[in-house]
Every structure is written in structure tokens, then in C-alpha cells.
């Protein structure tokens, strides 16, 4: 504390202090004056924290308004002027805004004086040429600080003395930079007309070119032809500055502003003044074409780029339409689009979101001017890349817009999607794109394409945005676009249908077809969910489904209208008998599952434009099953025989629920998910497990052909290709070479992994062919001929292509395999599903008992095989239901029935599969789910549920009535379930490489204190004996976590938990006979594990006041002192040695016996003497706050004075602080030195007798007081027979320090005081503090 108060008073010293040192003894004497609270306020004010700052300025300015004429004021103000100047540069600011909060709370302060006092503290004259840049700073935050009061502008002899001031200090540019001069600036805009008019020529010359040399002269300049144009124009005359001549200066003036601001990314306000001063003069079509787009974007520079843009947004309020049109039609608009395309993140700002919030603030400000809004919408959304536009398809600003522009907007996006004009469009090109000169890639029917595609996708974006207030019309007429354009055409223009009206200039291609029905229903399900409750309360509770459906069937009924896709009869008979079924569900529109069926019907009578014939069949189904789910309540008495007949009807929608899982489609895996939670409390076993048939590793791989999945990724793949082929030239061309070497190293890998035996065979015969057709059996060796060459050569060709041909095959086959696997994958991630929707909403459903093992097979498999990414997803997402949903459910089922056996053995099933896995993760997966039907068992209640097992007594069922009071009347069987839990907790405490851990024990013991009351046994046979010592560890952990829970202890009676407590005393101190002899780190441990159990035993006794004989435990651990001892000081297993020291003496502690002290005198002493020039050289290295080595010297003066006096007898404490105090608590434990070999004290504290036995030596005592010593509980002082003499001496003298009359109480107030008096002092006092110091070094060298 010390040390931090000496820096609070030492911070703010200046340069300047050194020039006026004969003031500083007695402001600094007169720092003692003031609080402690007063001059913190000064330290948390140059804290880097904002609230921190604003508080302790707040807590000043009370503080100073209490006592304004005081000391404290004038203290207060030169401290702030002092930290004006500080080292810290993040403090000068927090001291410059405190200083200004000042003088405007306290208005009777002059200015002027306060200015002299910053001029006097900083005098530039004076002032070190080192510390010429705190001075600077200091004078140029005094003139910040005086203006940011707003007293300034108000009192214009300080102003003039502050503006004189900026002025000298703008001659220093190298520290200060332009801050004078923008101070200046700031200064001069809040300063009245007449005022400003006397002090312009002062600080404003009538040179134009000097106007013109810097950014904040042009602004001083244009603040003065703002405010006062006479007295400008008297000065300098009439200045046109956007001349021809000026124009390059402007720019270069522009240029030098944009860089300046390169960290802050802000816009300069000179450009910001500009184009005010050009929209007032009528010149902004001369300033944007010749300044912006013709000067500054002629040298591009990203400072430069992004200052344009960010005038550009600014300019958005103050543009009208026709300059609107003008500006976002030029080159900058067409440069910002190059930005957004080809600008990466990580490595170049994105200047986009900055826009977004210009665009934003733009069409929120103009509501009332629907044609700007819209002007600027389509002008953002006319900037395209190829066909491609650069604003998002999800773009937050339209939120903003009013609706007659929004409505003007989507009119817009409709008549560019049917007749697009891409001469409208301020189109572009990357510089990578314009290498890469294909024709193929820069047609105009791929614009259209990829325009239409962006605009079908901004139509539905704008429906989906849930901030934007829009009307059901809008949505509606949104909504009927998609679905006339996904899967109908026009024949012939009819009134009655408006999308008939507007023809395709561009013919729409199959594939734009494809993308505008995948977005139809992106937009089918967004309406399915969001818009549910605004639709119905719009058509009489009619949803957007039934909505559309209805506007399907007015289409498919007009003669004007055909389908993309023709109808067959059968097509067509299957909608009109859904839309019969629809309005037969209309009857039972009152029930929730009716709801549901409707949905699924809807979506899937829509499904029957895009794919007629699986729908065709689908639609059958459905009907069937909502007949017979409808009508089963009025026909119970005929379901047998209606049943008898085919599957129920659960398993089939249970089928087709499947079978849409399969599609790669949210919408219809929100609807099975939603369908699925209104069946799923009709769900039966077989319809289960149809779903677990899919899940089943080892059944879905030869079950394949019961669903087929189906996947478009490949179509995505080539939209997004061709959308994003032109956007990463150069990225394609570095990956396609990569790719291409790969892909020939695979080839190389494949070909030479897949040439076999046959194909050798064939090779061989081929060449002896070659070699016989050429005269190979002739004796002489002679070469081929040309026609055998030719021969041979054309059958190694045909040999070698039909090889290629069949490792292409196998090839084509190896992916085919991996591919069906990752839709496999996918299908099983969407089926998963429907079990969470079982378990979250009908967890007491008897079913769910059956997702147990089926759940555990997926993690076992994935466990082993989750390399992929799907195979961690369907890991995480089946772990995350089987731990969350099913195990930790608050719910659970409580009607067994029939199924109490069968969770009997499915729980000895369960642990046994626990303890055969080779990963602890899996087998705490199969711990947990024997763990939940443990609780389920032992939830359900009744008196037939209980297995015949649980009514025969036997002899080790326990009699007790607290634990079996519950228990009779549940459905677990403890004499079934005990001896599961029992063998797997002796394989855990026996074999070498166990899955199980101690938290999975832990958990059982803790939820079924019951059933740990019959393995307590097996956990003590274990503490002790032939095990090995990692397991005798674990061992006594275990039962010092299990001893401790409550729950427990209310299963045993009084003389039974106290003959458990005295049989694992008896194994604990059979443990610790070995205490300090360990040669492993497993022995290390289970001392360990051993010492914090016998103190979780002694606590126990403690409590429960158990009387019990500890004589030979005592024994045995004073028995292993000197070897346990004799290890610590060896250092084996250093890194527990200490706290197994720390636990024996606690555990001593309790039977009686006292730690033994360790004087740091002897210590201390010893090595000096022995290896003296070493230490000397080990205390030279580093050093030591000066606050520190007083400290220690003071201590080490009182050891040298008073090292062996003992403490006063009385209860009094001596006249001390600091570790004079701590040493007082260490001396309290003198008397203990009796007990260093181990044996009691002489005389000690009576024990108490009703905790322990008459016959115990060694008992366990009350705790004292901590005032009280040991050796005054009596009235006596035990001296103990290894003290030295000299301590007995100064016992018997003791009494004499009291001759005085005063107590030791009555000095301690005033020393404490005096001490923290002298460490708040100033520097002043702590050199008096050193010199003493000094001087006790000499007197010691003497």
C-alpha cells in the first residue's frame, strides 16, 4: 500500500516542477491535510476504465462543492493542471475532461488565471528539450480543457490568450501534428459572428495558396465562409474554388485530409464542408465529376477509395433524385462494387457494413420520400458483377423502407425478373475476370441467369424479414409470383390471372425453373411458421398453405393457364381427392392432430408439381391413414377387423414421415417433425422400430432399398460453381493446379494398387504373342518386324485402356459407396428427429425405455468411426438426446406393467456392457442409462410390481426401518440389483485397466444411498490388504466422498454407522503403518487418499460424538514421524510431500498432539555462516522496492533486539503491526516445542469425555480460542525439555516490560497510526526514512 500511495503523489510532477522547488516542501507537507478518500479520486480518474473516470469526477466535484474555499481547491486544480502533462498518455485526456467538468461547475474560477497557472506549469522557454513533448501536450489539453467547460467562447480575453497559444503550438508539428490546428477550428466554429470576425485575421491570411497547403487551413477557411462571407470576402476577395486552377489542389488537399484519418475511418470534415459548399453554389455536378471521380480516383488508394465512399454515403441525405441518379451511376459506385466483390476480409477492410449503416440512416430519415428511397434501392441493387449484383440477397436496410416504396420495389424486382435489362445496370467486370476472356462465361443468357436467380432469392428475403412491416396483399402477391412462375405457364394473357399479363422477354430456362421452386418452398415454409398467426386472422384462421392450394386449383382449372409439368388423369384425381380430404378435415378442424394432417396434406398435394409421381402415391397414403386416424373413435367396435386387413395406420405415416426425411428439404423435415409430435402418442412398438431400423448400424447398411435418399447437392453444386466460377480466378487456378497433381498421384496410387494377378497373366500372354508372332521360337534372337511392332503395340493399347477402364470402374463404385454413405449419414441425422420429438414429448411413455440400447449402438459405432464430419455430428446430436432428453428428464414412465424383469436384467446388462468397454467415455454413456432405470425403477410404486425375489426374506436383507420404509413400496429389488453393482465395483477395485471411474460410483452412491449401503463392505475390504495401491487409493476416495453425503448416513442406525466408522479406522491405520517409506507414486497416492480419510473420519466422530479408542492409532503415526519427516527433507514426490506433511499434522492435531514449530532464525543463520560468499552474491542479483527492503530491515532490526523473547503472559497484545503481529501468532505456538518428538505436553487441556473412552490417552480436544494459547488453558506454562535456557530466562523476566503502567493495548492505536501516517507520507518523509536507514547500515558495518 505503501508503494501505490507513493506513486499517487508522485505521478503528476512535470518537467516544470524543477523550477519551482522552493514551494514544494510545504504544498508537499500540506498533502498530510487532506483524506485519504480526496486524493484517490485523483488516481481513479486516470484509470483507463470510462466509468471509473466519470465517478471519481463526480465524487470530486461533490466533494469540492462542500468546501469550495478550502485548501482542497486549490490543490485540486494544480493537481489536474499537473496531470495535464503526464507520462501516460492515456491519463492526459481523463486529467483534461476533469479539469473542464471543474471550471464548469465552478464558474467563479477564472480562465484567464487558470491559463497563466498551464503556461507557468509548462513554459515552452524553460522547459528541457527531453521533456518538451509533455509540455506541449500539457499547454495544448489546458486549451482543451478551457473550451470543453464552454466558458471559453464566452470570455474573450482567455480566448485570445488560448488562440494565440494554439498558434505557437502549431509550430511544432513533429509532437502535435494538425491537433492545434483542429483545435483551432473546433474553437472557431462555437465562437459568435462579431467575435469571430475580429479574431479571423489573426489566424486566417488572405494568401489563396496558403488556404490551399493543408486541410485544416481550407477548413478554417470554409468555417469563415460559412459564418462571416463579408468579412472573407474583404480579406481575400471573391475565391471561386472549384476553378479550374484549384480543382488539383482540392484534390491534393482531399488526398492529404483521407490519409490523415487512415486509423480513425472517419470521413475528414473539410470534404464533408466541400460538398456542402458545392450543393450550395450550385456546382456539385463539377465538384463530383472533376473532384471525386475525375481526381481522386484517378491514383487509387484505399484511404483515397474509402474517403469517396464515405462521402458518397453521406451525401445520400443531401442528394435530390436527379443527383441521386447521377452520382450512383457513375464510376464510383462502379469502383465500390469492384471493392465488395474482391475485397477479403482477414486481409483488406470491407467497407460494405459501413454503407449498410449509410444506406440505413438514409431511407430511415426520408419515410416521407418514398421515390428517394427507391431511387437509392435500385440504384444499390443496379451495381451487378457479370449479371450478379454486389448487395446481399438478406439486405437489413430495406426494414426502413416505407410501403408505397416497398411495394414500388418488389413491382421492380418482378419486372427485372420477367424482362430483364441489362442495360439498366451498372455492370462491371473484375481485373481477373477480364483475363480469363471465354465467351461461354460472359454471354448475356448467363447474366440473366444469375441475375434472375438473385432477384427470385431478394423477393423471398424481403418476405422472410421479420422487422419489416409489410401487407398481406404484398405477401400474397409475392407468394402467388413464386408459385406461378416455379411450376406453370402461361398460354394466353387473361385478365383474371395478373402474373398472365407480362411475358418472358428472356425464356426461362429449366434450370432458373428449378431455382425458382426451390425458393418457393424456402418461402412456403417461412410463411408455414412465422406468418401462421397473421394469415389467420386474415382469411377466417385459412393458412397460407390452404391459401395457395386453392390458388393452385384455380390455376389448374383455367384454360389459360397449363402446367410446366403436364397431368395425368391419375395425377389429377389424386389432388381432387385431396382437396375432398381437406374439406373433410375441416369437421375436426377443433382437434390438434386434424391441424397436423391438414399440414401434411397441404405440402404434400404441392410436392405434386415438382414430383408427380412419388407424390401421386404419397397423397394415397396420407388419405388412407387420416381416415383411419379420424374415424377410429366412431368405428371401435369394427378395428379389428378393419386392421386385420393391413398395417395401422401410425406405421404407415410413420413410412411416409420417413420417406420425406429423405428429401434434402427443411420444410418437409419441419413438417415430419411436427406431424411426428402429434402421432407419437399412437406410436407403436413396430412403428418404433421402423424408426430404429434406420439408426441401426448393422441393419441399415442391408435395409437400404426400404428408403431411397435423395440428394440435389449436385445441381447446387453446379449453380454455385457457375456463380462463383469469375469471383476467385486466381484461388481457381492455384487450386486447379493443386487438384490436378493430387489427382495424379491418385491415379498413380490406384493404378499401381489395382493391378492384379490376371491382369499380369494378360500382360505375359499378350508380349508371348507378340514375341511368337514375330519369330520368337527360332534360334536367332532377331528384332520385331514393323507390322508385329504395330500388332503388338495395338493389343498392349486395348489391354491397357480396358485395365484403365476397370479402375475407373472401381473408382466410380468407391465414391458411389462414400457417397451413399454420407447420405446415409444425413438421413440418420434427420431421423433423429423424430426421437427427440419421443422423448421430449412423451417421456413416460413406456417406447421410450426401448431407445436405450439402440441409442448406445450409435455411440459405440460413431465413437469408433467419427472421423467425418457427419459421423461428429450424429455423434454429438445422439449424445446430446441420450444425455439431456432422456437420462436427465424430469419426467419419466411410471406404468411398467409387465416390464419390471426386463429392466432388471436390461440394468445388468447395461453395467456389464459398462465394464467391458475399452473407452471410459462409452462406458459412463452405459453407466447413465442404468443409472435412469435404476430411478425408474425405484419411481414406480405398486403392490404387484415388485418382483417375487424382493418379497422372500433373507439374511443379509437389511432390517433397518429407515432405508426400507421407501423402498418396499417401489419397483426395485435390491437383491437383484446389489449384486450387479458389486461386481462391477470389485472389477473396478481389482482389475488393472478398468473403463469404470470413481464419478460414475459416485453418482450411484449419491441418487441410491440404498443400494450403497450394501457395497460400503466391499469398499472396505479394499483399503486394505493385497490390492494394489492405485486401487487402494481409489478405494479410500470413495469413501471419504461417500462418508460425507447425509443421505447415507439416514440409512444406518447409530451402532451401526459407529462399527462402520470403527472398521475403516482399523483399515486406515493398517494403511498407515507404511506412512513415509512409499517407493511409487501410486504408494505416494493411496497415503494420501489414506491421511484424507481418517480426517473426514475424525471430523465424522466429531460430529456425531462417537466415543472410540485411538491408542493404537496414535502408535502407528507417531510411530512413522522420523521416517515421514526423513522423506520430506529426501523431496520423493515433492510435488505431495508437503501436503502429506500438512495432513498428518492435522490429523495429530485432532488426537492431541501440536506441530512442531520451525524457527527461520536457525535457518536462516546456519547457511550464512556455512556458505557466506555465496549468499553475498545471490543477494546482489535483482533488487527490491525500496518500501520492501525497509520493511525487512525494520523486521530484522526487532529479531536482533527482541529474537528470543517470548510472549506476554497476559492476553494483552504486544505494540506491534505488520509481521511483527504474524510473528506474535507464530510465538503463540512456543510452548508447543514439547511436543517435538511426537509426545503430548506435560499439562494439557482436560479432553472431552463424552467423546472419547476413559482408557484413551490421547483424545480428541475442543477447539481453544484463537486469543487463547495452549499453554495458558490451565494456568500453567508447560516448558518443554529440548528449550533452550535462553527462552526460559525471558519467560521469567516477562513481567517486567509492564513497569510503565500502561498496557500493551494502550501504544498499539498510535503505532498503527504513526505507521500508515509515514506511508502515506510524501517523498519528503520517506527520505528521512531512508537516511535512518543508512545510518543503522553504518552502525551495523561498525
Same mark, same amino acid.
Given at each position: 500500500m505503501a508503494e501505490m500511495d507513493s506513486r499517487d503523489v508522485a505521478e503528476p510532477t512535470s518537467p516544470g516542477e524543477a523550477t519551482q522547488s522552493g514551494a514544494l516542501p510545504a504544498d508537499r507537507h500540506g498533502l498530510l491535510q487532506h483524506s485519504r478518500e480526496f486524493l484517490d479520486f485523483f488516481w481513479d480518474i486516470a484509470k483507463p476504465q470510462q466509468e471509473t473516470r466519470l465517478e471519481a469526477t463526480e465524487k470530486l466535484l461533490e466533494y469540492l462543492r462542500t468546501r469550495p474555499q478550502g485548501s482542497e481547491m486549490k490543490y485540486a486544480l494544480k493537481r489536474l493542471i499537473t496531470g495535464l502533462g503526464v507520462g501516460r498518455e492515456t491519463a492526459r485526456p481523463c486529467y483534461s475532461l476533469a479539469l473542464a467538468q471543474l471550471l464548469q461547475s465552478f464558474e467563479d474560477i477564472p480562465l484567464c488565471s487558470i491559463l497563466q497557472q498551464i503556461q507557468e506549469k509548462y513554459d515552452l522557454h524553460q522547459v528541457k528539450k527531453a521533456m518538451m513533448r509533455p509540455a506541449l501536450f500539457g499547454n495544448l489539453f489546458g486549451v482543451l480543457a478551457l473550451f470543453q467547460s464552454g466558458r471559453l467562447v464566452k470570455d474573450q480575453e482567455a480566448l485570445m490568450k488560448s488562440v494565440k497559444l494554439l498558434q505557437v503550438l502549431a509550430l511544432h508539428y513533429n509532437h502535435l501534428q494538425e491537433q492545434p490546428q483542429k483545435a483551432l477550428v473546433d474553437i472557431l466554429s462555437e465562437v459568435p459572428e462579431a467575435m469571430l470576425q475580429e479574431i479571423l485575421p489573426k489566424v486566417l491570411k488572405g494568401d489563396l495558396n496558403m488556404t490551399l497547403s493543408s486541410p485544416e487551413r481550407l477548413e478554417l477557411f470554409l468555417l469563415a465562409q460559412q459564418k462571416v462571407p463579408a468579412k472573407l470576402e474583404n480579406m481575400m476577395g471573391s475565391v471561386n474554388l472549384f476553378s479550374d486552377e484549384n480543382v488539383p489542389r482540392l484534390v491534393n488537399v482531399l488526398r492529404m485530409a483521407a490519409t490523415s484519418v487512415k486509423k480513425e475511418r472517419k470521413l475528414p470534415p473539410v470534404a464533408l464542408d466541400l460538398l456542402r459548399l458545392a450543393l450550395k453554389e450550385d456546382k456539385f455536378p463539377r465538384f463530383w465529376k472533376e473532384v471525386v471521380e475525375q481526381g481522386l480516383l484517378q491514383k487509387q488508394s484505399w484511404p483515397v477509395s474509402y474517403l469517396c465512399f464515405r462521402l458518397l454515403g453521406v451525401a445520400l441525405p443531401l442528394l435530390s433524385k436527379e443527383q441521386l441518379q447521377m452520382v450512383m451511376r457513375g464510376d464510383l459506385i462502379r469502383h465500390y462494387g469492384e471493392h465488395t466483390v474482391t475485397a477479403k476480409p482477414p486481409n483488406q477492410f470491407r467497407f460494405g457494413p459501413e454503407m449498410d449503416k449509410y444506406v440505413g440512416t438514409f431511407l430511415e430519415g426520408c419515410r416521407d420520400d418514398p421515390e428517394r428511397q427507391l431511387a437509392v434501392l435500385v440504384a444499390f441493387s443496379s451495381v451487378t458483377n457479370q449479371g450478379l449484383p454486389v448487395v446481399p440477397t438478406v439486405w437489413r $436496410?430495406?426494414?426502413?423502407?416505407?410501403?408505397?416504396?416497398?411495394?414500388?420495389? $418488389?413491382?421492380?424486382?418482378?419486372?427485372? *425478373?420477367?424482362?430483364?435489362?441489362? #442495360?439498366?445496370?451498372?455492370?462491371?467486370?473484375?481485373?481477373?475476370?477480364?483475363?480469363?476472356?471465354?465467351?461461354?462465361?460472359?454471354?448475356?443468357?448467363?447474366?440473366?441467369?444469375?441475375?434472375?436467380?438473385?432477384?427470385?432469392?431478394?423477393?423471398?428475403? !424481403?418476405?422472410?424479414?421479420?422487422?419489416?412491416e409489410k401487407e398481406d396483399a404484398l405477401v400474397e402477391q409475392v407468394a402467388r409470383f413464386c408459385l406461378f412462375h416455379s411450376f406453370f405457364v402461361t398460354k394466353k394473357p387473361t385478365s383474371q390471372i395478373p402474373e398472365t399479363k407480362q411475358q418472358f422477354s428472356v425464356p426461362l430456362e429449366s434450370q432458373s425453373r428449378e431455382v425458382v421452386s426451390n425458393a418457393f418452398f424456402s418461402l412456403l415454409q417461412s410463411l408455414s411458421t412465422h406468418f401462421k398467426q397473421t394469415a389467420e386472422q386474415a382469411q377466417g384462421g385459412q393458412s397460407w398453405p390452404y391459401r395457395l392450394v386453392q390458388w393452385a386449383n384455380k390455376l389448374l382449372s383455367h384454360r389459360s393457364v397449363t402446367t410446366a409439368l403436364p397431368f395425368t388423369t391419375q395425377q389429377r384425381q389424386a389432388w381432387d381427392r385431396m382437396l375432398q380430404t381437406l374439406r373433410d378435415l375441416e369437421a375436426h378442424s377443433t382437434e390438434a392432430r386434424a391441424a397436423a394432417f391438414q399440414h401434411l396434406l397441404l405440402l404434400v398435394g404441392i410436392h405434386l408439381f415438382k414430383s408427380p409421381a412419388e407424390s401421386c402415391d404419397l397423397l394415397d397414403d396420407i388419405q388412407t391413414c387420416i381416415r383411419k386416424s379420424l374415424g377410429e373413435k366412431t368405428r371401435r367396435s369394427r378395428s379389428k377387423a378393419i386392421n386385420s386387413q393391413g398395417p395401422p395406420w401410425v406405421e404407415v405415416l410413420v413410412e411416409i414421415l420417413l420417406s420425406l426425411l429423405a428429401q434434402p428439404s427443411h420444410l418437409m423435415r419441419h413438417v415430419a417433425r411436427s406431424v411426428f409430435g402429434h402421432i407419437c402418442s399412437h406410436l407403436t412398438p413396430h412403428a418404433l422400430q421402423l424408426i430404429l431400423n434406420v439408426l441401426n448400424p448393422e441393419t441399415s447398411q442391408d435395409e437400404d432399398e426400404n428408403v431411397v435418399v435423395t440428394d440435389d447437392s449436385d445441381e447446387k453444386q453446379l449453380e454455385d460453381a457457375e456463380d462463383e466460377s469469375d469471383d476467385n480466378e486466381d484461388n481457381k487456378n492455384a487450386e486447379s493446379e493443386d487438384d490436378s497433381e493430387e489427382e495424379e498421384e491418385s491415379e498413380e496410387e490406384d493404378r499401381d494398387g489395382d493391378v492384379d494377378q490376371g491382369f499380369r497373366e494378360q500382360l505375359m500372354a499378350v508380349l508371348q504373342a507378340g514375341k511368337a508372332l514375330g519369330g520368337a521360337d527360332s534360334e536367332d534372337e532377331e528384332e520385331l518386324g514393323d507390322e508385329a511392332m504395330m500388332a503388338l503395340d495395338q493389343s498392349l493399347a486395348s489391354l491397357f485402356?480396358?485395365?484403365?477402364?476397370? !479402375?475407373?470402374?472401381?473408382? #466410380?463404385?468407391?465414391?458411389?459407396?462414400?457417397?451413399?454413405?454420407?447420405?446415409?449419414?444425413? *438421413?440418420?441425422?434427420? $431421423?433423429?428427429?423424430?426421437?427427440?420429438?419421443?422423448?421430449?414429448?412423451?417421456?413416460?411413455?413406456?417406447?421410450?425405455?426401448?431407445?436405450?440400447?439402440?441409442?448406445?449402438?450409435?455411440?459405440?459405432?460413431?465413437?469408433?468411426?467419427?472421423?467425418?464430419?457427419?459421423?461428429?455430428?450424429?455423434?454429438?446430436?445422439?449424445?446430446?438426446? *441420450?444425455?439431456?432428453?432422456?437420462?436427465?428428464?424430469?419426467?419419466?414412465?411410471?406404468?411398467?406393467? #409387465?416390464?419390471v424383469e426386463t429392466l432388471h436384467t436390461q440394468v445388468e446388462q447395461l453395467v456389464q456392457q459398462a465394464s467391458r468397454q475399452a473407452d471410459s467415455s462409452v462406458a459412463l454413456y452405459h453407466f447413465n442409462a442404468s443409472l435412469y432405470l435404476l430411478r425408474v425403477l425405484k419411481g414406480n410404486s405398486g403392490e404387484g410390481c415388485a418382483p417375487e425375489t424382493q418379497k422372500k426374506p433373507t439374511a443379509s436383507t437389511d432390517t433397518s426401518p429407515k432405508p426400507r420404509g421407501p423402498q418396499t413400496a417401489s419397483c426395485l429389488d435390491l437383491n437383484l440389483v446389489t449384486p450387479v453393482y458389486s461386481s462391477a465395483l470389485s472389477s473396478f477395485l481389482t482389475k488393472r485397466n478398468s473403463p469404470l471411474t470413481v464419478p460414475m460410483f459416485l453418482s450411484l452412491f449419491s441418487r441410491h444411498p440404498v443400494l450403497c449401503k450394501g457395497l460400503l463392505p466391499i469398499l472396505v475390504q479394499h483399503i486394505a490388504g493385497p490390492a494394489r495401491p492405485r486401487h487402494q487409493a481409489q478405494a479410500c476416495l470413495l469413501l471419504q466422498k461417500t462418508l460425507s453425503m447425509r443421505e447415507l448416513r439416514a440409512c444406518f442406525e447409530d451402532p451401526e454407522w459407529k462399527q462402520l466408522i470403527g472398521q475403516v479406522l482399523a483399515k486406515v491405520t493398517e494403511n498407515l503403518r507404511a506412512l513415509g517409506q512409499t517407493q511409487t507414486k501410486a504408494e505416494h497416492q493411496k497415503e494420501l487418499s489414506s491421511l484424507e480419510l481418517l480426517n473426514t473420519l475424525f471430523r465424522s466422530v466429531h460430529h456425531e460424538k462417537l466415543t472410540l #479408542?485411538?491408542?493404537?492409532?496414535?502408535? $502407528?503415526?507417531?510411530?512413522?514421524?522420523?521416517?515421514?519427516?526423513?522423506?520430506?527433507?529426501?523431496?520423493?514426490?515433492?510435488?505431495?510431500?508437503?501436503?502429506?506433511y500438512d495432513l498428518y499434522w492435522q490429523a495429530m492435531k485432532v488426537l492431541g498432539v501440536q506441530r512442531p514449530k520451525v524457527e527461520k532464525k536457525d535457518t536462516k543463520e546456519v547457511p550464512s555462516a556455512v556458505q557466506g560468499p555465496v549468499s553475498m552474491k545471490r543477494k546482489k542479483k535483482g533488487f527490491l522496492p525500496e518500501t520492501k527492503k525497509r520493511k525487512k530491515h525494520k523486521s530484522e532490526d526487532v529479531t536482533q533486539e527482541e529474537g528470543a523473547k517470548p510472549v506476554a503472559t497476559a492476553e494483552g497484545q504486544p505494540p506491534s503491526t505488520g509481521k511483527k503481529k504474524k510473528r506474535k501468532k507464530s510465538k503463540a505456538k512456543v510452548p508447543a516445542q514439547s511436543q517435538v518428538n511426537g509426545t503430548p505436553a506435560v499439562k494439557h487441556p482436560a479432553p472431552d469425555t463424552s467423546t472419547l473412552s476413559p482408557s484413551t490417552p490421547a483424545k480428541t480436544p475442543k477447539r481453544q480460542k484463537k486469543r487463547q494459547k495452549p499453554s495458558q488453558v490451565n494456568g500453567a506454562t508447560p516448558v518443554s525439555p529440548t528449550e533452550p535456557a535462553v527462552k526460559k530466562k525471558h519467560q521469567k523476566a516477562l513481567p517486567k516490560k509492564e513497569v510503565s503502567g500502561k498496557s500493551p493495548q494502550s501504544a498499539l492505536p498510535r503505532k498503527k497510526a504513526r505507521l500508515s501516517l509515514a506511508s502515506r507520507s510524501p517523498s519528503l518523509l520517506q527520505s528521512g526514512a531512508r537516511k535512518r536507514k543508512v545510518q543503522m547500515k553504518k552502525v551495523k558495518r561498525s
Open positions: $436496410v430495406v426494414q426502413f423502407l416505407s410501403p408505397p416504396a416497398l411495394q414500388g420495389y $418488389v413491382a421492380w424486382l418482378q419486372d427485372m *425478373f420477367l424482362q430483364p435489362n441489362l #442495360d439498366s445496370l451498372v455492370d462491371f467486370s473484375t481485373a481477373n475476370q477480364k483475363k480469363a476472356q471465354d465467351a461461354s462465361l460472359h454471354g448475356p443468357e448467363r447474366a440473366v441467369s444469375r441475375l434472375r436467380k438473385w432477384l427470385i432469392h431478394r423477393l423471398v428475403s !424481403i418476405v422472410d424479414n421479420m422487422h419489416l485402356a480396358e485395365q484403365k477402364l476397370r !479402375i475407373q470402374a472401381r473408382r #466410380d463404385e468407391k465414391n458411389k459407396l462414400q457417397k451413399e454413405k454420407m447420405l446415409r449419414r444425413d *438421413f440418420q441425422i434427420r $431421423v433423429l428427429d423424430l426421437i427427440e420429438v419421443l422423448v421430449t414429448k412423451q417421456p413416460e411413455n413406456p417406447l421410450v425405455l426401448e431407445l436405450l440400447q439402440p441409442l448406445l449402438r450409435i455411440i459405440r459405432r460413431s465413437m469408433r468411426t467419427s472421423s467425418s464430419q457427419q459421423e461428429q455430428e450424429l455423434l454429438h446430436k445422439t449424445a446430446r438426446i *441420450f444425455t439431456h432428453h432422456l437420462c436427465r428428464a424430469r419426467r419419466y414412465c411410471h406404468d411398467l406393467g #409387465d416390464l #479408542d485411538l491408542t493404537g492409532l496414535l502408535g $502407528v503415526l507417531q510411530g512413522q514421524q522420523q521416517s515421514l519427516q526423513q522423506s520430506l527433507r529426501q523431496g520423493e514426490h515433492s510435488t505431495g510431500s508437503s501436503r502429506l
